[in-house]
């Protein structure tokens, strides 16, 4: 712990990615946390009290801050999706771009994961224009920006769905019209180089509201512009998005028909459009089904003993004997569940000395829907939490009597 042991693990201000300063701030600063060193039990001891409170709490702040780990499903999601921005962008054509749907439950790492993928196109985007905006005007300074990445507002309409993505650039909108605000949205990204634009919580869309279809009708129509669309939600396919659209049997790619010119939807060039594309991609859960599933999970587990901070040896600590079966029924294999669960037991541990994660620990942590408060249960964004069941109890096994005394027997008259 050298150097000024509170700077090295105190976080920095709130970071909002929904604004290009805090995007731009989270890009930098998302792998340089450092977490607390390795340290035996006989090391800690011999610490002074504020020396091991000082690690305490920087485990703490280790444990609370647990690495986003890859796995074979968020893989496959980040794929699809640098493929889809990396094709829209490098294409010299003028026709409508590819957008990427991403479906999943909640707390299942969907928006980590699409948030990663996308950081590191920007990275390798900005590094081959020297960091500039290469099609930006001579004289102007406009921001470069990627990447924008905004949330559906919950019960959207147009005006609040542009509003979000023009505070993404910090654009001035005050006393626009809705039709003002669509153009200035169109030339947001443009003026921006935005090559991929991430709406995420898009089924908070219940589309029985004429706003939402409107909303909807609004997203489509930018796939008309040079930018990758990247929707991200809870069950988007029953949440009337795609009820419109038709599943291409050779591209498996979700194809609609031209946006109509109805209601309050600001669509002006409506006629002319083509079909508008979208690929889902599904960001599954771990399973426990088979051998190569179990595989996965404990492989998953591995990677996650590393980042503990526990006194004792945390070699199986998660992947020995019964726990990952167990760890696997408590969370259904979501990790978002995962990671506040060893989260929780880590403080337990801590806090009774055992300094060791085992099963009758664990179960002293109940998880509920306040653990998880970002998320919209009235969007469906919720997991399902299993219950802590508690475990058997043995059976004592049966006393041998055959030399049970039962006392004087009855006088034979």
Same mark, same amino acid.
């Given at each position: 712990?050298?150097?000024?042991?509170?700077?090295?693990?105190?976080?920095?201000?709130?970071?909002?990615?929904?604004?290009?300063?805090?995007?731009?701030?989270?890009?930098?600063?998302? /792998?340089?946390?450092?977490?607390?060193?390795?340290?035996?039990?006989?090391?800690?001891?011999? /610490?002074?009290? +504020?020396?091991?409170?000082?690690?305490?709490?920087? +485990? %703490?702040?280790?444990?609370?801050?647990?690495?986003?780990?890859?796995?074979?499903?968020?893989?496959?999601?980040?794929?699809?999706?640098?493929?889809?921005?990396?094709?829209?962008?490098?294409?010299?054509?003028?026709?409508?771009?590819?957008?990427?749907?991403? *479906?999943?439950?909640?707390?299942?790492?969907?928006?980590?994961?699409?948030?990663?993928?996308?950081?590191?196109?920007? @990275? @390798?985007?900005?590094?081959?224009?020297?960091?500039?905006?290469?099609?930006?005007?001579?004289?102007?300074?406009?921001?470069?920006?990627?990447?924008?990445?905004?949330?559906?507002?919950?019960?959207?309409?147009?005006?609040?769905?542009?509003?979000?993505?023009?505070?993404?650039?910090?654009?001035?909108?005050?006393?626009?019209?809705?039709?003002?605000?669509?153009? %200035?949205?169109? +030339?947001?990204?443009?003026?921006?180089?935005?090559?991929?634009?991430?709406?995420?919580?898009?089924?908070? =869309?219940?589309?029985?509201?004429?706003?939402?279809?409107?909303?909807?009708?609004?997203?489509?129509?930018?796939?008309?512009?040079?930018?990758?669309?990247?929707?991200?939600?809870? $069950?988007?396919?029953?949440?009337?998005?795609?009820?419109?659209?038709?599943?291409?049997?050779?591209?498996?790619?979700?194809?609609?028909?031209?946006? +109509?010119?109805?209601? /309050?939807?600001?669509?002006?060039?409506?006629?002319?459009?083509?079909?508008?594309?979208?690929?889902?991609? @599904?960001? *599954?859960?771990?399973?426990?089904?088979?051998?190569?599933?179990? *595989?996965?999970?404990?492989?998953?587990?591995?990677?996650?003993? $590393?980042?503990?901070?526990?006194?004792?040896?945390?070699?199986?600590?998660?992947?020995?004997?019964?726990?990952?079966?167990?760890?696997?029924?408590?969370?259904?294999?979501?990790?978002?569940?995962? &990671?506040?669960?060893?989260?929780?037991?880590? /403080? =337990?541990?801590?806090?009774?000395?055992?300094?060791?994660?085992?099963?009758?620990?664990?179960?002293?942590?109940?998880?509920?829907?306040?653990?998880?408060?970002?998320?919209?249960?009235?969007? $469906? @964004?919720?997991?399902?939490?299993?219950?802590?069941?508690?475990?058997?109890?043995?059976?004592?096994?049966?006393? *041998?009597?055959?030399?049970?005394?039962?006392?004087?027997? &009855?006088?034979?008259?």
């Amino acid at each position: 712990m050298s150097g000024d042991p509170v700077a090295s693990f105190l976080p920095g201000p709130p970071v909002d990615r929904t604004v290009w300063e805090g995007w731009q701030r989270w890009c930098a600063t998302r /792998r340089q946390f450092q977490p607390a060193p390795v340290l035996t039990a006989r090391q800690y001891a011999d /610490r002074s009290p +504020r020396q091991r409170r000082l690690y305490d709490l920087h +485990r %703490l702040a280790t444990h609370s801050s647990l690495p986003v780990q890859a796995t074979p499903m968020s893989d496959l999601v980040a794929d699809t999706v640098r493929a889809c921005i990396e094709d829209g962008a490098f294409s010299h054509k003028a026709g409508t771009r590819t957008g990427v749907m991403v *479906n999943g439950g909640g707390a299942q790492g969907k928006t980590e994961t699409v948030c990663e993928a996308v950081a590191c196109f920007e @990275e @390798e985007w900005l590094a081959l224009h020297g960091q500039v905006n290469p099609d930006a005007m001579p004289g102007t300074r406009d921001l470069v920006a990627p990447v924008a990445y905004v949330r559906c507002p919950v019960k959207a309409t147009p005006i609040s769905t542009c509003q979000r993505i023009l505070d993404f650039y910090g654009e001035d909108y005050k006393g626009m019209r809705q039709e003002d605000l669509t153009r %200035l949205v169109k +030339r947001a990204i443009v003026d921006h180089a935005t090559k991929a634009l991430i709406i995420d919580d898009i089924t908070r =869309l219940k589309l029985h509201r004429e706003a939402d279809q409107d909303v909807l009708d609004l997203i489509r129509d930018m796939m008309s512009m040079p930018v990758t669309l990247i929707l991200v939600g809870v $069950g988007i396919p029953s949440s009337g998005l795609l009820r419109d659209g038709r599943r291409d049997p050779k591209s498996g790619q979700w194809i609609f028909p031209p946006v +109509r010119d109805r209601g /309050r939807s600001p669509n002006p060039h409506a006629a002319t459009q083509h079909e508008r594309r979208f690929e889902l991609v @599904e960001l *599954n859960t771990f399973s426990y089904d088979t051998p190569e599933q179990i *595989n996965a999970w404990t492989e998953h587990l591995l990677a996650l003993e $590393g980042s503990l901070r526990l006194l004792n040896d945390t070699s199986g600590m998660l992947t020995g004997g019964t726990m990952p079966e167990y760890l696997f029924r408590r969370t259904a294999g979501v990790v978002g569940l995962l &990671e506040k669960i060893i989260q929780r037991g880590c /403080r =337990l541990a801590i806090a009774d000395r055992s300094e060791l994660l085992t099963i009758d620990l664990l179960q002293q942590v109940a998880l509920s829907a306040t653990d998880l408060p970002d998320l919209d249960a009235d969007s $469906g @964004e919720q997991p399902v939490i299993p219950p802590v069941k508690a475990r058997p109890r043995k059976k004592p096994k049966p006393r *041998n009597t055959v030399f049970d005394d039962d006392g004087p027997g &009855e006088a034979v008259g």
